[in-house]
C-alpha cells in the first residue's frame, strides 16, 4: 500500500536541469516518489526521495506555474514531465495536477513534452489533439517480455497497455518515441530481447529509440538485491559493475558506476545495427556515457541521430 501525502511546493515548479539532454528545457516534477516501484529509479538516492511506498504530491503545481508563466518576459518552449516521477502514475492527486498544469502550459502557448510508462486517459488525448505540435512523448519500454518488467517495474502498468499507449498518443497527434533505458545487461539487451523490442516499435511506427544501461547508485544497488526473487539474478546483472567505470552524469553534479565501456558499446551497437534495419534513429545518452559520446538521448523531442557521436561508439 502507498502513502499518499499532500503538500505546497515552496520552491519553482518550473526548474532548470543540469543535464545536457535537458539543457534550455525548464523541468516540472508532481510529486516525490512514484508507486511505479520500479527497482532501477535512480531518484531513490535523491535527498527528497520520500521512501519506498510514499508519494509526496506537490498540490499547487499548476497555480505555480500560472503564475510563473504570467512573471516571464519570454515564455519557454516547452517545459518536461517529469525528472523524479510520472506525471501519470494512476494516483487521482497526481493526474488532477498533471491534467491543469498541462493545460495551463499549452494554452500559453508552451509545449509538453514527458517520459512515461503510464497511460494517459480521454482527458488529457483530448487536450493533446487540441494542442497538436505542440506535445511529444517516450514511453519507457525497457523490455516487451512481461515476466522482467513485472519483476523490475512491480507495479507499473503492463507491456501491453504502453504498447497501445503509443497507438493513442499517435492518434492525438503527439510525436511518440520509446526509451530503453535502462537495459540491463545480459538480462534485456540479448540479441533475442533486442529482436523482440525493435520489432514491437517497428510495428507501431517509432521511428526514435533513446537508450542507456543501468546506471549504479548504492540505493539501486540495495534496491535491486531487496527486491528482486531470484537472488541469482540480482548478483549476475551486478557482478559486471566491479570492472565498471566511476561516471559523473554529465552536466549535474551526481556520479554513478557504469558497466565497463567494452559493455556498453558493444549493446549499443547490436541495438543499432537491428534498428537501422528497420529505419529507427537511436540516442545514446552521452549524460550517462561521457567516456563513449557527447550525443543527447533527446528526453525532449525527437531529433536527428549524431551520426558523428555514434560512430565513436565503434
Same mark, same amino acid.
Given at each position: @500500500?502507498v502513502i499518499?501525502?499532500?503538500?505546497l511546493?515552496?520552491?519553482?515548479?518550473?526548474?532548470?536541469?543540469g543535464?545536457?539532454?535537458?539543457? #534550455?528545457t525548464?523541468?516540472?516534477?508532481?510529486?516525490a #516518489?512514484?508507486?511505479?516501484?520500479?527497482?532501477?529509479?535512480y531518484?531513490? #538516492?535523491y535527498?527528497?526521495?520520500p521512501?519506498?511506498?510514499?508519494?509526496?504530491?506537490?498540490?499547487?503545481t499548476?497555480?505555480?506555474?500560472?503564475?510563473?508563466?504570467r512573471?516571464?518576459?519570454?515564455?519557454?518552449?516547452?517545459?518536461?514531465?517529469c525528472?523524479?516521477?510520472?506525471?501519470?502514475?494512476?494516483?487521482?492527486?497526481? *493526474?488532477?495536477q498533471?491534467?491543469?498544469? @498541462?493545460q495551463c502550459?499549452?494554452?500559453?502557448g508552451?509545449?509538453?513534452e514527458?517520459?512515461t510508462?503510464?497511460?494517459?486517459?480521454?482527458d488529457?488525448?483530448?487536450?493533446?489533439?487540441a494542442?497538436?505540435?505542440?506535445?511529444?512523448?517516450q514511453i519507457?519500454l525497457?523490455?516487451v517480455?512481461?515476466?522482467v518488467t513485472? @519483476? +523490475?517495474?512491480?507495479?507499473?502498468?503492463?507491456?501491453?497497455?504502453?504498447?497501445?499507449?503509443?497507438?493513442?498518443l499517435?492518434s492525438?497527434g503527439?510525436?511518440v518515441?520509446?526509451?530503453?533505458?535502462? +537495459?540491463?545487461?545480459?538480462?534485456?539487451?540479448?540479441? &533475442?530481447?533486442?529482436d523482440?523490442?525493435?520489432?514491437?516499435?517497428?510495428k507501431r511506427?517509432?521511428?526514435?529509440?533513446?537508450?542507456?544501461?543501468?546506471?549504479?547508485r548504492?540505493?539501486?544497488?540495495? &534496491?535491486?538485491?531487496?527486491g @528482486?526473487?531470484?537472488?541469482?539474478?540480482?548478483?549476475?546483472?551486478l557482478?559486471?559493475y566491479?570492472?565498471?567505470v566511476?561516471?559523473?552524469?554529465q552536466?549535474?553534479?551526481s556520479?554513478?558506476?557504469?558497466?565497463?565501456?567494452?559493455? $556498453?558499446?558493444?549493446g549499443?551497437?547490436?541495438? +543499432?545495427?537491428?534498428c537501422?534495419?528497420?529505419?529507427? &534513429?537511436v540516442?545514446?545518452c #552521452?549524460?550517462?556515457n561521457?567516456d +563513449?559520446?557527447?550525443g543527447?538521448?533527446? *528526453?525532449? $523531442?525527437?531529433?536527428p541521430?549524431?551520426?558523428a557521436?555514434m560512430?565513436? *561508439?565503434?
Open positions: @500500500m499518499v501525502r499532500e503538500r511546493r515552496r520552491s519553482n515548479a518550473l526548474s532548470a536541469s543535464l545536457q539532454c535537458l539543457a #534550455g525548464p523541468s516540472v516534477n508532481i510529486s #516518489g512514484c508507486v511505479h516501484g520500479c527497482l532501477y529509479c531518484t531513490q #538516492g535527498r527528497q526521495y521512501g519506498a511506498n510514499h508519494l509526496v504530491v506537490y498540490s499547487n499548476a497555480e505555480q506555474v500560472e503564475a510563473e508563466l512573471r516571464k518576459r519570454v515564455k519557454p518552449r516547452a517545459a518536461y514531465f525528472p523524479s516521477c510520472d506525471a501519470f502514475q494512476p494516483v487521482k492527486q497526481v *493526474l488532477n498533471t491534467l491543469r498544469t @498541462m502550459l499549452l494554452e500559453n508552451v509545449g509538453v514527458f517520459v510508462k503510464g497511460s494517459p486517459s480521454k488529457f488525448l483530448s487536450l493533446f489533439q494542442h497538436r505540435g505542440l506535445v511529444s512523448a519507457g525497457t523490455s517480455d512481461e515476466s513485472v @519483476m +523490475l517495474e512491480p507495479r507499473a502498468p503492463p507491456v501491453h497497455q504502453r504498447l497501445e499507449t503509443i497507438f493513442a499517435q492525438a503527439v510525436a518515441s520509446v526509451r530503453a533505458d535502462p +537495459l540491463i545487461h545480459g538480462l534485456t539487451d540479448t540479441d &533475442a530481447a533486442l523482440v523490442l525493435v520489432a514491437a516499435c517497428e511506427h517509432v521511428k526514435d529509440i533513446s537508450a542507456s544501461y543501468l546506471f549504479l548504492p540505493a539501486i544497488r540495495a &534496491a535491486l538485491v531487496r @528482486m526473487p531470484d537472488k541469482g539474478l540480482a548478483n549476475r546483472i557482478l559486471p566491479r570492472e565498471g566511476e561516471v559523473p552524469i552536466g549535474s553534479r556520479c554513478g558506476r557504469a558497466l565497463p565501456a567494452a559493455i $556498453r558499446r558493444d549499443f551497437r547490436r541495438l +543499432l545495427a537491428r537501422t534495419v528497420h529505419g529507427i &534513429a540516442h545514446v #552521452g549524460c550517462k561521457p +563513449l559520446t557527447h543527447r538521448c533527446h *528526453l525532449i $523531442r525527437p531529433g541521430a549524431n551520426q557521436s560512430a565513436r *561508439l565503434f
